[in-house]
């Protein structure tokens, strides 16, 4: 009789334990979910206002002719023309031009396209050299 009643406290026991670490779990189970919708919500609310914030973003761009002499023979140096919201003025540039859109790049100006153009003189029959035109654009 001491054994069966000693078996049954000790189930009734491991029950009890049972439902308690099954109450537990479920209470952090339930926690962790609010938690998250919470967190969710928020960002939502966070994503949605900055939609509707958010306004077409304009540019402003930049017209950067190729790299070509300027000076006289005894001191050559490389200059670009730079159009920049209808007024077009001259930049110190290498012979490749690269120098003055690093420079532009450094103020905010990033490249857009590239195109080359080869001229023709329909007069001598001959080609020339391709020019290079450089777009940039950065943000209004």
């Known amino acids: 009789m001491y054994s069966?009643?000693?078996?049954v406290c000790e189930r009734s026991s491991l029950t009890v334990?049972?439902?308690?670490?099954?109450?537990a779990l479920l209470a952090v189970s339930v926690i962790a979910l609010i938690t998250v919708a919470l967190l969710s919500r928020d960002n939502l609310r966070a994503a949605m206002a900055q939609a509707d914030v958010r306004k077409p973003q304009k540019?402003?761009?930049?017209?950067?002719?190729d790299a070509f002499t300027y000076g006289s023979a005894d001191k050559?140096?490389?200059?670009?023309?730079v159009s920049q919201g209808g007024e077009v003025?001259?930049?110190?540039s290498d012979r490749t031009g690269i120098a003055a859109l690093n420079k532009l790049g450094a103020e905010?100006?990033?490249l857009v396209s590239?195109?080359?153009?080869?001229?023709?003189?329909?007069?001598?029959q001959l080609n020339f050299p391709a020019t290079t035109r450089y777009?940039?654009?950065?943000?209004k």
């Open 89 to 92: 003025s001259l930049a110190d």
């Open 4 to 7: 069966f009643i000693s078996c």
């Open 17 to 23: 334990k049972n439902r308690i670490a099954r109450g």
């Open 114 to 124: 590239a195109s080359s153009e080869i001229s023709y003189r329909e007069t001598t």
């Open 59 to 65: 540019w402003e761009y930049c017209y950067v002719s």
């Open 135 to 139: 777009l940039l654009k950065r943000p």
């Open 108 to 110: 905010g100006w990033e």
């Open 76 to 81: 050559i140096v490389y200059k670009v023309y």
